[in-house]
């Protein structure tokens, strides 16, 4: 689980398999073992995200690069 801070007690990130299937869904969870900490889902997000790992990686690396290039060009 994600853990509180002084102002929010229940965080949550954006679950990144819900992500690149277009669904916009959010979890209290992330993997402590990655070191990105991705949000997952607890089923079936976090066993898809850990047998199709590459394919994820890929989608996520080309997401933060197209957020950078549109933080520098605008």
Do not use: W
């Not at 989608?59 to 197209?66: A, C, D, N, R, Y």
């Amino acid at each position: 689980m994600i853990p509180p801070t002084p102002m929010k007690q229940n965080l949550q990130k954006r679950c990144v398999v819900c992500t690149h299937n277009k669904r916009r869904k959010e979890s209290r969870y992330q993997c402590r073992d990655c070191p990105e900490r991705p949000g997952l889902c607890a089923a079936p997000c976090f066993q898809i995200f850990h047998t199709q790992a590459s394919e994820l990686y890929f989608f996520l690396s080309s997401l933060i690069l197209e957020t950078f290039l549109f933080m520098i060009l605008f």
